[in-house]
Structures are given as structure tokens and as C-alpha cells.
């Protein structure tokens, strides 16, 4: 069965230092999100993306996070300069052809940031 | 004001029975999708089932129903016959289609514990 896959599957950093989370989504989806969870709290929404662009984002995403699509399987999630709040799990997902459909999602990146 | 609201952070059931974990919701949009997720100690995020604002059944998948009170604005997630790898934090979720939104909209979650 086809799934959305995440590496690193744990990241380690020191603050103020740059990370690249990276995500294969599901191969015939086409529409991609990012979301993160802080430990013990809920899922948050950060971006969606589709046809090479951002189509939503939440106010956390703001100008120190950026994404790409830098071919045709993987998508990043960048954190320019990270901070001790970034630390949290980073979960990537998809929907098939329209963004109403199902998001899957990956399993995830913990993201620590020292 | 909350979108998703899980009132019961933990629950406990027994192996074998069934459990019902609550979720209301708040939108004014007619149009709307319910989700329900489940999150293992391991982390990763399971999709269980979907309902959509106009869907005239109640959804099913497998062990898992949703009981869509549309009036009450609920939809809460029945697992029957439970098992002890049914225990996991389980989170609902809401998409409005509202302004074309995609993005998923979670509640806090319940921590189902199932005992042998």
C-alpha cells in the first residue's frame, strides 16, 4: 500500500542552525502540507502546497520557513534559523487529485532543537 | 472559539468491548469534512475513517463508525469490539471547504487506554 515517507525519522540541531526535512508523498497525489506537533499538544497546520506553489499557510509559517518541490518526488520543509520552539514533530502528508480528499500522513520528523 | 473540541483527555476500556470517544465542532460552513486520526506511542498519524457534511449515512470503516450528529454538531468515533492495539491518542479533525481551505483543523486528543 502506497504511504507518505519522512527522513530524517529524528533530527538534532543547535539553535540558529538550518534543517531540511524531507518528505516522498504518496506518488499520484498532488496536493502537500506540512504540520507540526508540539510534545503533548495537538496538530498544527503550517502549509499546503500544490502545482509548484503555496496555496495556504498559517500565521506559524512565517519567513524562516520556506518549501520546495525540488523534483518530482520529494518535498522539503527548510528552517532557516531554528529556535528552541521549533522543536516538535514535523509531519508531512497528501491528498490524491482534489484537496477536499483524505490527507495522508507521514510518520514523522522529531525535530530537537538544542 | 475552539473548532474541534475533545472533551475526555483519557479513556479506559476493557478488551472486547466497545468505546465511544466525543468530538464536537463548530462552523458555520455547510460544507465540511470530519476526520478521525489515530497516533501511536510511535508517533505516526493513521487515518481511521472520514464523514462529510452531506453524506446521509453514518461512515464505517471496519471496527471503527462515526456517529454524526449533524443538528448536535457532533461526531464521535465508536470502536467496537477493542483491542489492545487500539491504544493510542486518538485526534478528530476538521476540514471547511469555506475559501477553498485544505488544511486539517485538530482537536486535542484522547488518550484511549484498552485493558486486558
Known amino acids: 500500500e502506497p504511504e507518505v515517507t519522512q527522513t530524517p525519522s529524528h533530527q538534532v540541531t543547535q539553535m540558529g542552525q538550518e534543517v531540511i526535512l524531507r518528505c516522498v508523498p504518496i506518488s499520484n497525489h498532488l496536493y502537500f502540507y506540512w504540520y507540526r506537533q508540539i510534545l503533548g499538544q495537538k496538530v498544527e497546520f503550517l502549509v499546503s502546497?500544490?502545482?509548484?506553489?503555496?496555496?495556504?499557510k498559517s500565521e506559524i509559517f512565517d519567513d524562516q520557513f520556506s518549501v520546495e518541490r525540488p523534483d518530482g518526488s520529494n518535498f522539503t520543509l527548510k528552517i532557516r534559523s531554528t529556535k528552541l520552539e521549533d522543536s516538535a514533530m514535523y509531519f508531512c502528508?497528501?491528498?490524491?487529485?482534489?484537496?477536499?480528499?483524505?490527507?495522508?500522513f507521514g510518520p514523522g520528523t522529531r525535530l530537537t532543537v538544542l | 472559539a475552539q473548532k474541534i473540541t475533545q472533551t475526555q483527555p483519557g479513556m479506559f476500556v476493557q478488551e472486547k468491548e466497545a468505546v465511544t470517544l466525543d468530538c464536537t465542532y463548530d462552523t458555520s460552513d455547510p460544507s465540511y469534512g470530519l476526520f478521525w486520526y489515530k497516533q501511536p506511542s510511535s508517533g505516526e498519524m493513521i487515518f481511521l475513517i472520514y464523514?462529510?457534511?452531506?453524506?446521509?449515512q453514518n461512515a464505517t470503516e471496519g471496527r471503527y463508525s462515526l456517529n454524526f450528529q449533524k443538528a448536535r454538531k457532533s461526531a464521535n468515533l465508536v470502536i467496537s469490539a477493542s483491542q489492545l492495539g487500539d491504544s493510542a491518542m486518538y485526534f478528530c479533525?476538521?476540514?471547511?471547504?469555506?475559501?477553498?481551505?485544505?488544511?486539517?483543523?485538530f482537536g486535542k486528543g484522547t488518550k484511549l487506554t484498552v485493558n486486558p
Open positions: 502546497f500544490y502545482n509548484n506553489e503555496i496555496s495556504e
Open positions: 479533525a476538521m476540514r471547511e471547504a469555506q475559501g477553498g481551505s485544505e488544511k486539517l483543523v
Open positions: 502528508a497528501s491528498s490524491e487529485v482534489f484537496s477536499t480528499d483524505t490527507q495522508y
Open positions: 464523514q462529510g457534511s452531506y453524506d446521509q
